[in-house]
Nanobody
Framework: QVQLVESGGGLVRAGDSLRLSCTGS????????IAWFRQAPGKERGFVAA????????TIADSVKGRFTISRDNAKNTVYLQMNSLKPEDTALYSC?????????????????WGQGTQVIVSA
């Protein structure tokens, strides 16, 4: 069993930065790929970024590449999503999730565990 807790969301202006945190617990947490997804009102949940805990490799969605980065702190069992140059279209509920590394991390249906999400609102 893995538990995920997100934090760091908020209301910011366009051009600002935010760092989201996803802290995991459970004895098998470090065997998973941890990813961030986002869902805006009326839209489907979409992939943002993923980090493979075992080798540290990362993948960033093209839509946010160059503005968002994903990283981790091993000691804190935490994955971060650094979001720079935020735009109003980045407004969404951001959730982190855990998937076994042999499954596709792009497909949100493959994920076993989800956090409760943290809201990000970017004003123009």
């Amino acid at each position: 069993q893995v538990q995920l807790v997100e934090s760091g969301g908020g209301l910011v202006r366009a051009g600002d930065s935010l760092r989201l945190s996803c802290t995991g617990s459970g004895r098998t947490f470090n065997r998973y790929t941890i990813a961030w997804f986002r869902q805006a009102p009326g839209k489907e949940r979409g992939f943002v970024a993923a980090l493979n805990w075992s080798d540290g490799s990362t993948t960033i969605a093209d839509s946010v590449k160059g503005r968002f980065t994903i990283s981790r702190d091993n000691a804190k069992n935490t994955v971060y999503l650094q979001m720079n140059s935020l735009k109003p279209e980045d407004t969404a509920l951001y959730s982190c999730a855990a998937v076994p590394p042999h499954r596709s991390f792009y497909d949100n249906h493959e994920y076993d565990y989800w956090g409760q999400g943290t809201q990000v609102i970017v004003s123009a």
